[in-house]
């Protein structure tokens, strides 16, 4: 594997402290991951740090799991516990933290689904990481090697006293099912928030290996000011914060002394206030490069401008990927998005008179209070954009909600996948007579999503022994009716499924956010009945 390292590592050294930071996924997807590979960066450039990437199809290691004081994973996807578990046991290490001595090394996570809810995977991890992780990793290892030599408790001890570290060893649930310190009082974690406007964060290794190959990746703004009720990513990653344009156009300048492939990371780019300024930066050096390429995660309908979309397309962007979520203006009410078929028909006509070739529209079925007129509001939409833009290639990707922790959706019902299946059915048959290619999620999948999303600690047995009988979606139903049988877990559907009162407990509320839960409650109550004033909510 060939690869460009942008910064200095540390060399070797036989005292360091040993570190594996892991990327559950295969190393193409892992070298993409700028959360994780930023992560490792902040590892390898310590001196007192040997530092060693692992992914899942990683064959050999220059550290020896024996001599590891800390294995780190990046836990970004609900299913990515399966790739854990599998690369715990390909080191022979114990996936359950009780069963693991001092003999082994500190096994900790971070990373969204972790931040979000940790609980589900509590029992796995000796310590997790709530929030941002930048300017914490340092104070992580720093407190690990100053106690070198210690027991794992009293370490573990001393990590607790970390801002935003959460210790599932030392907490317990008291008889009301509430999370408290092993003392019995009330235990609660604030989510650490890093400062973005004087750092960036980009690329540290560059490879023709990566699935964004060779790519320069700069994280240009972290959250979403939109807050829409089902997005945890802006909830969780609350307040929004940008980087100035100066330090990235610092960057980007480093950048194109290896590779002119650019790429825009952040949940809502278009709100940074000099995206215009950075994205005709890049663009003036297509003027003297012909091989500058520029791309971005996604785009807000509700703020591209033309100068953007001429920008990008001088950079070699032919498609656009835009999020529409609901397919009428009245839902989209609903979730707090702020956005109209009106404003969308606008956004396509710009981006195709600005020169791009076709838009890939993400959307969401089953989302509270929907009805089969916002479904049938979908294809007519679609149809509509489609005969004003004749020859703009038009597709578009649908998934199902999930109700997340944080978000004010946390306490609406989940449709159960039966009904997601036909809504799929109607809308493959609809956009095939209208000539649109429509991709969708899995809805068995997008379960298991929401009962790890809204679970608790007694989901951890569960997952293991679905991974012990494959990991496949046969061994999450065959596993399921083993614990209904024996009483291990008696509702599934009533964590996944069901919606919320107001004021149930959640295995979540421990942790501390920027936005507060009554803030959720509030929010939640208002915009369900945003329609017809009736609240389905059980409330
Ligand atoms: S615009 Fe996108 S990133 Fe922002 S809150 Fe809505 S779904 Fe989340």
Redesign the pocket.
Known sequence: MSEVYLYKPTPFSKDNLNVWMSYPGIYNFGMSALGFLTVFKGYDTDENINAERIFTDTKTTTIDVRNLDLFAFSFSFELDFLSIFKILDKFNIPLKAKDRDDSYPLICAGGPVVTANPEPFAEMFDFVDLGDAENKSKKITDTIRLNRGKSKAEILKELSKIDGIYVPSLTKYNEEGILTDLNGNPYSVTKSTDRLEHCCVTTPILTEDSFFKNTFIIEIARG?P???AF?N??HINSPYRTCDADIIKEKIDEAFQYTHKIAFLG??ICAHPQIEELCEYVSQKADIYDDVELSVSSL?ADSISEKVAKALVKCGQKHATI?L?AGTDELRKVIN?NLTNETFKQTVKKLRECGFKGVKIYAMIGLPTETQADIQGFVDFIKEIKAENKGFSISVGFSTFVPKSHTPFQFAEKEGTKSLDKKFEFLQKEMHKIGVKINVSGTKWDYIQALFSRGGRELFDYAVDVYKQGGNAAAFKSVMKDYVKSGKVTDFDKIALSARPYDARNPWDFIQLSIPNEYNVKKCKALITTRDGKNENNC
């Open positions: 979403c939109q807050r829409c997005c990513t802006a949940a809502a807000r999020a979520e998005k």
